[in-house]
């Protein structure tokens, strides 16, 4: 079954561009047995949907929605008000990894569905970058269940309500592209996160579920293309938590930099294949022009973490590295990327080392229709105007 994205568009300002998408990312390890690790999803934002003052953000997934509805200037010219709701299928599924081994007995399938109130206040009305302060809440209800490989005396977490509080502060911001041109964001984050059923669950009640989780975050993230068409990019993430648990933690693995809305990839390794309560992750890449007109790059990245890892789920040390090499195409309507990833520290039962290729893939609908389409209006054609007479 394909495993869908959790959050992977949850935007922290109303995004006042027009844009409809095809996303697909995909990630295969060449060794081991790791958990299928990819998504596809169709999405759109609208301004001006029904309203003047109305946005639609909207990602749709073969079994998952992610919707929010926002209205500009609903709370004074600098307040916005949204209201979101998402859910669907396998979307809060957990995949049981430790020191490089995926546990199926130990893995089990989840569903559920959520719904959002949503305020952004813009805190600098003049600034040419943004700064927005974000407050959420919202309610989750997640069903979990056991898949065709759970031990049968495995038992899944109960089901339950969540209730979960977000607030951020955040500075610029990166377009929801594979490889934007340009972007500066600098943001913290705070999220506590109740659950309604908490207590045991497992083999005999060998891990636990908490009743509350508190985690806390920051990211700095730049991109910059040069007039030679040479294009870097380079981030810092790091983050704590209190009493996190299994399906509280933080996650790290594998490169889907649209499979999450703060994704913590590191080339080679399975997907979500480190769970820590702290971590510190930095990551790079560079992409060189092969051609005149641009549309061919050679990318290399390297991504490099320190993980304070889960009890009960070890991750065979401290530091974690990731390289990748791979080819990439761009043009008005497409960007493609082939590559490789090696994931230096990753555990496999013949030692250390990890090797994966991966596939992304983004389709412009927008821009597409126009290249089919032609331009917009007749008359930016004159010839035959010309010719009958016409001045």
Do not use: K
Request: charged fraction near 20%.
């Amino acid at each position: 079954m394909l495993l869908c994205f959790a959050a992977i568009c949850g935007v922290a300002q109303v995004d006042p561009e027009l844009r409809e998408l095809v996303q697909f990312g995909y990630n295969q390890a060449l060794a081991g047995h790791a958990p299928f690790s990819g998504y596809a999803f169709y999405y759109r934002n609208q301004p001006g949907f029904l309203t003047s003052n109305a946005t639609l953000r909207l990602a749709v997934a073969p079994v998952y929605l992610d919707s929010e509805l926002a209205w500009r200037g609903a709370l004074g010219p600098r307040t916005h008000l949204a209201l979101g709701l998402a859910g669907g299928g396998f979307a809060e599924s957990y995949n049981e990894i430790r020191r490089g081994r995926y546990i199926e007995a130990e893995s089990f399938q989840g569903h559920g569905g959520s719904v959002s109130l949503s305020l952004y206040h813009r805190l600098d009305p003049d600034w040419r970058v943004p700064l927005h302060a974000v407050v959420r809440v919202s309610g989750h209800y997640v069903d979990y269940d056991e898949s065709d490989e759970t031990a049968p005396e495995f038992a899944v977490p109960p089901d339950h309500f969540e209730w979960r509080v977000r607030t951020g502060l955040r500075w610029g911001g990166r377009e929801p592209v594979l490889f934007p041109r340009s972007a500066l964001e600098l943001s913290v984050w705070h999220e506590w996160e109740g659950r309604s059923e908490p207590g045991r669950y497992g083999f005999g009640g060998d891990r636990s579920l908490e009743s509350a989780v508190q985690r806390w975050w920051a990211r700095a993230t730049v991109a910059h293309t040069r007039r030679n068409g040479l294009q870097f990019s380079a981030g810092v993430t790091a983050g704590g938590s209190a009493d996190a648990d299994r399906l509280g933690s933080y996650r790290l693995g594998a490169l889907l930099p649209l499979g999450a809305e703060f994704a913590l990839s590191l080339p080679g390794y399975f997907y979500q294949e480190l769970s820590a309560e702290s971590f510190v992750l930095g990551n790079a890449a560079v992409l060189w022009p092969l051609d005149e007109r641009r549309r061919w790059h050679w990318t290399v990245m390297g991504a490099s973490a320190w993980v304070d890892d889960l009890p009960g789920v070890p991750v065979a040390g401290r530091w974690h590295h990731g390289v990748g090499l791979g080819l990439v195409y761009q043009s008005a309507v497409w960007q493609v990327a082939l590559g490789y990833g090696y994931g230096v520290r990753a555990l496999r039962s013949d030692g250390h080392g990890a090797h994966s290729v991966g596939l992304l893939i983004q389709a412009d609908l927008r821009r597409s229709r126009a290249a089919l389409l032609g331009p917009g209006s007749p008359f930016r054609s004159r010839a035959l105007f010309r010719w009958l007479g016409g001045q």
